[in-house]
């Protein structure tokens, strides 16, 4: 009996075959096999030789299939697709899927991303990957384990964790804050940095200045933006006041980047910070990086409280 494996023609002929059958172009073929334009033509012509047959029409400036190279195509592209979906599932059996979370850019820059480190410390085995997305993902959909949501507690899908409320405080550097600060209309002698969200009024500074019952007075100047934590960046930079989100901002309230105008009696909102789960059965490894989540979650909690106690009468605009 004849051995058919002697019959087969050799794989990285056919898939320099495959790869530029997808293309019709030998030279970006070889761009995806990382391979120079000679040597795919070599594998071309080898395999051509092997079947003893053309695959491909060789016409000026473009090529086409034979019947053959058509018949070939159409057997080896799916058998190949299902090689590489072979070779990357035996791979991933060697190795833990990464934690997937998404929460807003703002989230993902002022909250997560300063404290990951400590994690990493903590389970080096665990890969994490941020997905920040100012879009709410479709978790199922997208593979996303865990999710931190800024919503109203109406919005808050079923099973949702309460992080932390929200509070917004005016927010300046040290220099800019014992300027503004001293009395309720020193905010006008500074830039007010804005952002540009309509939708939720609470953030805006004309929200801020009606409740203190100056709202028709303007400020020194307004600057403008698109990111929450770019505007951040701004006001640590002394650039102008930030109408600052305390739960976000409050590592560099502690490091003494910024000072709050300190008003336990302003600044609510109905919204708050909402940590969803992708999945009702999580990997080990995903209840590992929540219960981390939660942790940091509440020793943020403790130093806000804390701090916000100190600052209460030092952070007082005087009359």
């Known amino acids: 009996m004849s051995n058919q494996l002697l019959t087969i023609p050799p794989l990285d002929a056919v898939r320099g075959f495959v790869a530029v059958a997808r293309r019709m172009s030998i030279t970006q ?22 079947l003893g047959t053309a695959l491909l029409l ?16 159409a057997l080896a592209s799916p058998w190949l697709e299902r090689l590489a979906d072979y070779t990357e599932s035996v791979r991933a059996d060697g190795r833990m899927r990464p934690v997937t979370i998404t929460t807003a850019i703002s989230v993902t820059a002022l909250w997560l991303l300063p404290r990951l480190g400590s994690f990493q410390d903590a389970h080096p085995d665990i890969d ?7 879009r709410r993902l479709d978790l199922k959909q997208e593979g996303v384990d865990l999710a931190i949501r800024y919503c109203r507690a109406i919005d808050a899908p079923a ?46 500074w004309s929200d801020w200045l009606s ?11 307004y600057l403008h933006f698109n990111q929450y934590d770019h505007l951040i960046q701004a006001a640590v930079e002394g650039r102008g006041v930030a109408l600052g ?12 980047r910024l000072v709050a105008l300190i008003d336990p009696e302003r600044g609510h909102s109905d919204y708050a910070y909402w940590l969803i ?11 590992v990086f929540r219960e981390w989540i939660v942790r940091e979650v509440q020793i943020a909690a403790g130093n806000l409280q804390r701090m916000t106690k100190v600052n209460r009468t030092r952070s007082k605009p005087s009359s």
């Open 159 to 204: 099973g949702a964790q309460r992080l932390f409320d929200e509070q917004i405080l005016p927010v300046a550097s040290k220099a800019v804050a014992a300027r503004a600060f001293k009395n309720p209309k020193g905010l006008l002698n500074e830039a007010l940095l804005e952002l540009d969200e309509r939708i939720r009024p609470w953030l805006r």
């Open 29 to 50: 073929a070889a761009q995806d096999l990382c391979l120079t334009q000679s040597a795919v033509s070599r594998q071309i012509q080898n395999l051509e030789e092997h």
């Open 58 to 73: 060789r016409k000026h400036r473009a090529i086409a299939l034979t019947n053959a190279g058509e018949r070939l195509f």
């Open 128 to 134: 994490v990957r941020v997905a920040a997305n100012n």
């Open 245 to 256: 989100r305390l739960a976000l901002v409050l590592p560099m309230l502690q490091d003494g």
């Open 277 to 287: 789960d992708g999945s009702d059965e999580p990997r080990q490894e995903v209840k």
């Open 211 to 221: 409740t203190t019952g100056i709202a028709n007075a303007k400020p020194k100047a």
